[in-house]
């Protein structure tokens, strides 16, 4: 339009006064000539005229149009730059995020919807519907398309398909026939539609001559029969009766459902968690697939994978037993990597129609913020992000976190194999039980061993028990604000109060406290026994990226930021005791694995996970638990100090005194002996801490992504070779160690295999000789792949050599790797695929 003036266009239909689109702009009635003019020369929904938009359109708007064609800056001083864009590339992309930015700015996010980035459109797309395929057959339909970016680069790749195909360009046209039989959406604003149809339009005009366009081209209508302006859930939406091969989209994760949702739950009795209408999207996409069809849906992950809410597990529990789930990419890791603005947690999941196989397994993939992702500023899968879950595990998992009982005792079910990477099962214990941990949240951030570690912790009683046995009283503190009611508190009036920010791990200083005033109202008032000492203190939100929870010998009263755990004065150490399980590297592990929210969206606890913790002290000696006690008085007295704005740091440097590092040092070591676990126990619960939290809290100066020294090699082969060694007793055959020691992007060992007896050392550091040279440096140009514009895959290698008894491991040059929790999680994998 903006370069349709050179050749005389609007001079010829709109009068000498018209040398350009920007003079049309002047008159009201020939800037809508000209649009009816294009729409009865194109047809179609590229320029359509209404009544409305006449009415409300007025010459001060185009007055407003025009200007931003006509001048160098605008109010603001905002500068301009229009004279020097070329308008014939107009990039889909760019058209999604103005409707983003400006039509849907007011209530962007409020009905769930969000802009699509362009990089997961490409993901999904690549998942199923990837471009090196020649089928162009295929019908596909958005049911929640709004702008149509899904659409877009949908269509781009079925007329890419018809020229590989063909070997042809497509004329218009061929275009118009694919796109009336394959391109199909549905979104409950019209408005998004028209942006839809206009975007469409446009990925069409990029297969054809500028000359074939003016002369040729007539558009078809698609709001009406492609595209559908309803809710997805009416029943009108049924294009005819008509199947899909393909539904894929990204539908609103709002928890609103509407009115039709409502009645298509109801109708068939399915579940949704927390009005979850994304759960409802993939209830209904399958009955618009055919039955060898495929959807592949974005949605919260939190609501499909993590939540931990009766109705989320009950939606998963059956959504998993009824449909058959090929492929989840967890991106909870990217969330702010992939949307600018604050989006809850995303995943893709890709499943079919029909109930699965219990043998079937799942492939799950939660890609992480790494150097390479922000340099390639792309989707940078690892091996490590990778794994098979069965997916009988993944329902015995739900059945217990679903069978949990109110005083969190655990039903007993079936013991399993976590990511049995066989096509087969692996054999089952009946007889045990299995803790209500979630299988996801493992493999987001946790591994195999992990699985097992936590499984052996949760055979001690639960916190909760613990409380429920010696009659505590736990109880979140008052809330001033509500729906309901609000009511004095007599208790509540002139009492000691700690604020939020005041708070301090281990003890409090009761300089800070203030007085509540008399007569306030509150929403939920608590009772009078949960701010009396003495009490347990835990916080729902961190302190310095750090759990946390305080003891206090005084009388004090809280908001609902904090969850009590009170009790009587002879069940102080007890509760001291408490304190310290709340603030160990145990709890942080634990919590950290098995918590809904913290490392996929907010980093806080609820109170009902906290009290999951495994409690061992009830059979801890009184030594013992005076020994925490005492250590735990230690910490608060300062750790309040610290923190007084009348003692300095400085005051408190007395040589006689242990600094706070060491003392919270011995009191995880008194923890540690009370869970009696093992020195490679300890060692990876605390390699997690150091590698896998401190990699969610600082991707950039995380420790996980340095480069590992040689001694960090040394004991990960030692993990390696001794489980290694423990099976091959029998075959009287030992593995022994190379380490190559060279500055690379891989380290690389090699294993191997060698009679018992021979004398040989157990481990080498070496430097490559010629021909290891030539072959490390052919592994580091394999070690990163592009899969697609926006996708990379970064390979980890083990290549196994049995002529020679010969494993050859390389992985990247960083610490994560390279820790005994990495060495125990690989001895799995060998011992699976050599066996």
């Not at 078809?220 to 049924?238: H, M, Q, S, Y």
């Not at 679903?402 to 214990?429: C, H, P, W, Y």
């Not at 920010?501 to 929403?523: A, C, H, V």
Request: charge should be neutral.
């Amino acid at each position: 339009v903006l370069t349709a003036g050179e050749n005389g266009f609007f001079s010829q239909r709109f009068g000498n006064n018209c040398m350009r689109y920007t003079d049309l702009l002047t008159s009201h009635q020939v800037t809508y000539d000209f649009f009816e003019l294009l729409h009865q020369q194109f047809n179609g929904d590229m320029f359509p005229v209404t009544h409305e938009e006449k009415e409300a359109v007025r010459p001060e708007h185009l007055a407003k149009l025009r200007t931003l064609f006509t001048v160098d800056a605008v109010k603001g001083g905002q500068a301009l730059f229009f004279w020097a864009y070329n308008f014939e590339f107009i990039p889909i992309e760019l058209i999604s995020a103005i409707y983003e930015e400006f039509l849907y700015q007011e209530e962007s996010g409020k009905d769930g919807t969000y802009y699509t980035p362009p990089i997961l459109v490409d993901f999904m797309l690549n998942q199923v519907l990837p471009k090196s395929d020649q089928n162009y057959e295929l019908r596909l339909l958005d049911p929640a398309c709004g702008s149509g970016i899904f659409l877009v680069e949908a269509y781009r790749r079925l007329v890419e398909r018809w020229r590989s195909r063909n070997k042809q360009n497509p004329g218009p046209a061929e275009l118009i026939e694919l796109l009336k039989k394959s391109i199909f959406g549905v979104d409950i604003k019209l408005q998004a539609l028209q942006i839809a149809a206009f975007s469409l339009y446009l990925a069409m005009l990029d297969y054809i001559e500028p000359k074939t366009i003016r002369q040729d081209v007539q558009f078809p209508p698609l709001i009406g029969t492609n595209l559908i302006a309803a809710d997805f859930f009416e029943e009108r939406v049924a294009f005819e009766g008509h199947k899909f091969d393909l539904v894929v989209g990204n539908p609103p994760w709002m928890s609103n459902l509407t009115s039709h949702a409502k009645v298509f739950l109801r109708k068939h009795g399915y579940k949704v968690g927390d009005k979850q209408i994304v759960q409802a999207f993939l209830w209904h996409a399958p009955d618009f697939c055919t039955s060898n069809g495929q959807i592949a849906l974005l949605c919260s992950s939190k609501s499909l994978l993590f939540n931990k809410s009766g109705p989320n597990v009950s939606f998963r529990l059956a959504f998993f037993n009824k449909f058959t789930v090929t492929k989840i990419f967890d991106f909870s890791a990217l969330r702010h990597f992939l949307f600018e603005k604050g989006v809850a947690p995303t995943a893709a999941i890709f499943y079919k129609p029909g109930q699965p196989s219990r043998k079937a397994r799942i492939f799950y993939a939660a890609p992480k913020l790494t150097h390479l992702t922000r340099y390639f500023a792309a989707i940078v899968i690892e091996a490590s992000d990778l794994k098979q879950l069965p997916l009988w595990q993944v329902l015995d998992s739900l059945d217990s976190m679903n069978g949990m009982n109110k005083d969190g005792s655990r039903a007993a079910i079936k013991q399993t194999v976590l990511f049995d990477n066989k096509g087969e099962e692996a054999s089952i214990d009946d007889e045990a039980e299995i803790p209500a941990i979630n299988i996801w949240k493992i493999a987001l951030w946790g591994s195999p061993y992990d699985y097992i570690l936590l499984e052996a912790l949760a055979e001690y009683p639960s916190l909760l028990q613990v409380i429920g046995e010696q009659n505590w009283i736990s109880r979140g503190g008052f809330n001033h604000g509500g729906p309901g009611k609000r009511e004095r508190a007599e208790w509540l009036d002139n009492a000691p109060y700690l604020a939020p920010k005041d708070f301090t791990r281990y003890g409090i200083n009761p300089s800070t406290l203030t007085s509540l005033p008399k007569g306030n109202l509150y929403y939920r008032r608590g009772i009078p026994e949960q701010f009396k000492a003495p009490l347990v203190l835990f916080k729902r939100t961190q302190v310095q990226r750090q759990i946390a929870a305080a003891y206090l010998n005084h009388n004090c009263t809280y908001t609902d930021t904090f969850t009590c755990i009170a009790g009587p004065a002879q069940d102080s150490s007890l509760l001291k005791v408490v304190t310290a399980l709340l603030n160990s590297e145990i709890a942080q592990y634990y919590l950290f694995l098995t918590s809904a929210s913290w490392g996929v969206e907010r980093e806080e606890i609820k109170a009902g996970e906290m009290k999951t913790l495994p409690f061992p002290f009830l059979n801890a000696g009184e030594e013992q638990i005076n020994a925490i006690a005492n250590l735990v008085d230690k910490l608060a007295e300062r750790n309040t100090a610290l923190h007084s704005t009348k003692i300095e740091p400085f005051m408190l440097a007395d040589k006689q005194e242990l600094p706070m590092d060491d003392l919270e040092k011995r009191l995880n070591d008194q923890i540690y002996q009370c869970f009696h676990l093992s020195k490679q126990e300890i060692q990876h619960i605390q390699e997690t801490l150091q590698y896998t939290i401190g990699f969610f809290n600082s991707p950039r100066q995380s420790d996980a992504l340095k480069k590992p020294q040689v001694s960090m090699l040394v004991s990960y082969v030692e993990a390696y070779i001794n489980s290694i060694n423990f099976y091959l007793a029998s075959t009287n055959k030992k593995l022994i160690a190379r380490i190559y020691n060279e500055v690379a992007s891989l380290c690389t060992i090699q294993f191997n295999a060698v009679n018992r007896d021979e004398a040989v050392p157990s481990i080498q550091v070496v430097q490559p000789d010629a021909n290891m040279s030539q072959v490390l440096t052919r592994l580091r140009r394999l070690d990163t792949e592009p899969v697609s514009r926006n996708i990379y895959h970064k390979r980890s290698f083990r290549i196994y050599d049995r002529e020679y008894d010969t494993i050859y491991m390389a992985k990247p040059a960083e610490q994560r790797y390279w820790t005994i929790g990495a060495a125990l999680n690989d001895v799995g994998e060998t011992i699976s695929t050599l066996v």
